[in-house]
Every structure is written in C-alpha cells, then in structure tokens.
C-alpha cells in the first residue's frame, strides 16, 4: 500500500491544474486589449528571430522583453522618472504610456494608470498558477509587465511595467 503525502497530494493537484490550464488558457487573450496587428505600424518588421533579439537587446532586457522575467524593484531610474514625455517599449521603440498617466505606486517598478490606446496587448499568465494579467508591446510583442486591479482613478488598474522594457522620450 502506497501513503501519499499532503506534500506529494499538493504537488499533484498543482501539476493537475497547470495542465489544465497551461497550454490553451496561457494564450487567451482579451479582445478589448488586442489590436489588429494590421493597424500598427511597422509591425512585420519587428517580427524578429531570438538571434536577432540577442543581438539587439542587452541580457537583462532580453531576459524581460523576450523571456518575460522580471527585474529586481527599485533597479530602474525610470521608476523616478517625473519628466514630461512618453515611456515607449526598449524592444522596437512603440510608445506605450503617456508621462501624465505614471504614479508612484511604491513598489518599485515604474506605474501606470492607463495605456496609449492600442499600444498593448495582454495574455493571461498562470506562472504563479493563481491567473494574472500579462501585457506585451503590440508591435513587436515584447513583455512588459503585469496589469492590476489596486491603481489610483480614474481607471483603478496599475500596469507595473519592467523598467529594463521601457525607454523615456522627453518632450
């Protein structure tokens, strides 16, 4: 007679649920957040290889935009950033965020409370198995971070944004 463990029962449950969740669920995306890749400019040439990814990002922006880590808090000037401008994706350079929609959420990545329409795209992501929602760059697909539920008016979202996956244009 086999005794099963609670560790052993837990690790099955989760294997249980990241199956079935994993493949099809991971690739669902929100319709509202999901432009037609037609409308964006530029957009097939920035459809690149990993190789040429390699080659054009540094690691640790590689790692994020393309592996879709996470940064360390608080590694990021942009985090501080209080110029007037816009916040665009380091991968193809798209704009993402309007400089009047970043606050400070205290957590040690750069937060905004809305997008520049069309810019994103969002997945949901089970990496943590509990769902979150993930956002890319919608030109060349480059992750950026995740979207919350706990940011200020008027939308009440935080899109905590990788700092390494951004890049500030003042004006």
């Not at 969740?21 to 400019?41: C, F, L, V």
């Not at 994020?64 to 110029?83: C, F, Q, Y």
């Not at 991968?91 to 994103?120: E, M, N, R, V």
């Amino acid at each position: 007679m086999t005794r099963v463990t609670r560790r052993a029962l837990s690790l099955g449950l989760l294997g249980s649920v990241a199956t079935a969740y994993g493949g099809q669920a991971k690739e669902r995306r929100m319709a509202n957040d999901n432009p037609d890749p037609s409308t964006i400019p530029d957009y097939d040439q920035w459809q690149l290889s990993n190789a040429e990814w390699k080659e054009r990002l540094s690691p640790e922006a590689y790692a994020v935009l393309r592996k879709e880590a996470t940064e360390r808090p608080r590694s990021s000037d942009l985090d501080n950033e209080k110029r007037i401008g816009v916040f665009a994706c380091a991968g193809c350079g798209y704009d993402l965020f309007q400089s009047h929609t970043k606050f400070d959420s205290g957590t040690g990545w750069p937060s905004f409370w809305d997008y520049i329409p069309g810019a994103i795209s969002t997945k949901t992501d089970f990496k943590l198995i509990i769902p979150r929602t993930e956002y890319h760059c919608s030109r060349c697909g480059g992750h950026q971070g995740h979207v919350f539920k706990d940011g200020p008016a008027p939308t009440g979202l935080r899109y905590c944004n990788n700092g390494v996956a951004l890049t500030f244009k003042a004006g």
